[in-house]
């Protein structure tokens, strides 16, 4: 039998800094973010992105 788990991180990218910059965040999970953009980013949002091996 396989298994598929489907693994997604949420990332903000703060387009007006550079590449790798710290004001690039990644996030395990939704609550992680919500909590992140409340206290940084009211208006913010994250992008969900699926992890490949």
């Given at each position: 039998?396989?298994?598929?788990v489907?693994?997604?991180?949420?990332?903000?990218?703060?387009?007006?800094?550079?590449?790798?910059?710290?004001?690039?965040?990644?996030?395990?999970?939704?609550?992680?973010?919500?909590?992140?953009?409340?206290e940084?980013?009211?208006?913010g949002?994250a992008?969900?992105?699926?992890?490949?091996?």
């Amino acid at each position: 039998m396989i298994v598929f788990v489907f693994v997604f991180v949420f990332v903000f990218v703060n387009t007006a800094k550079q590449v790798g910059d710290k004001d690039h965040n990644v996030f395990a999970d939704v609550e992680a973010a919500e909590k992140w953009f409340e206290e940084n980013d009211p208006e913010g949002v994250a992008f969900e992105y699926e992890v490949l091996e």
